[in-house]
């Protein structure tokens, strides 16, 4: 096997997701990189593959690469995995691609399941696009000024979201958003209890509410796209604001785009701050 880096996705859930690629990788490669051995060695163990994996995970990516590139360096292949998915998306992995790929050495994609691609492909949204978004700030102030900065895009937007914080998350779709999309809840895809959900998001909470093990496992959340109605007044807010911000100071540009547009203010003023540092 060559010397690369073998970036290759594992199951989400259902160990059988393996493709067989995949399979005959972590066979012949002489080093696995995991997010956590724990879990890469269940997965291992339960193919029957002898590899001892070691630890890259996001505190210790950068010294763990250095230890990729000298396995590379001494004709080595090294397998990288995460937990579950495909690594780097939301997950460790894409610094040590970078530092690989300066070292001089391939970079080998092994595809495979990935929660984002399984849960669009069962949302059944009409939207042609979709932005995956991963995870939202944990801090809710961070979280709505995010979410207003995506609310013109007509694409579907998707995102990551843990048990704990799932419930706050739904809230703030639904206001920063409109209740009146649709949001799809993917939870525990591919595992035993493998829940797709479709409602409003007005309608999110009641439904989560009406069973406690609703509120259990990982979660993907994908939202419908604006209407194109939003998306056309949001381009008409920011061409007044770019007018605007020819002639005034920023807040006041700010201040008389968003009673001319009707659009938020806070959203103006990044957009604004966005416009004046490009």
């Given amino acids: 096997m060559v010397a690369a880096l073998y970036v290759v996705a ?97 970079i080998v994609p092994v595809p495979g399941a990935s929660a984002v691609t399984a849960a669009v492909s069962a949302a059944g949204l009409p939207d042609s696009r979709f932005l995956f978004q991963g995870f939202l700030p944990a801090k809710r102030a961070a979280r709505v000024r995010e979410l207003e900065a995506l609310r013109a895009l007509s694409a579907a937007l998707v ?41 409003r998001l007005d309608e999110a909470l009641a439904w989560l509410d009406a069973d406690p093990n609703r509120v259990k496992g990982e979660f993907v959340l994908v939202v419908q796209g604006a209407p194109v109605a939003t998306q056309t007044r949001a381009e008409e807010s920011e061409r007044v604001l770019a007018i605007l911000l020819r002639e005034l100071p920023l807040k006041q540009a700010v201040q008389l785009a968003a009673e001319i547009s009707g659009a938020k203010r806070n959203t103006l003023y990044a957009r604004a701050l966005e416009m004046k540092s490009s």
Avoid: M, W
């Fill in 159 to 199: 995102f990551y979201e843990a048990p704990h914080r799932v419930r706050e998350t739904l809230a703030d779709l639904a206001g920063a958003l409109g209740g009146e999309r649709e949001v799809v809840i993917a939870r525990e895809l591919t595992k035993l209890f493998e829940t797709i959900h479709a409602c």
């Fill in 10 to 106: 594992t199951p989400i859930g259902n160990l059988r997701d393996l493709t067989l690629r995949a399979l005959d990788v972590l066979k012949a490669v002489e080093a696995v990189a995991a997010e956590d051995t724990r879990v890469t060695r269940h997965l291992l163990q339960h193919y029957g593959i002898d590899a001892r994996p070691f630890s890259l995970h996001e505190h210790n990516e950068v010294q763990a690469g250095e230890k990729v590139v000298e396995l590379l360096r001494a004709g080595k292949s090294v397998a990288l995995v995460s937990d579950a998915g495909t690594p780097a998306i939301s997950d460790p992995g894409a610094r040590l691609v970078r530092r690989v790929r300066e070292a001089g050495f391939a």
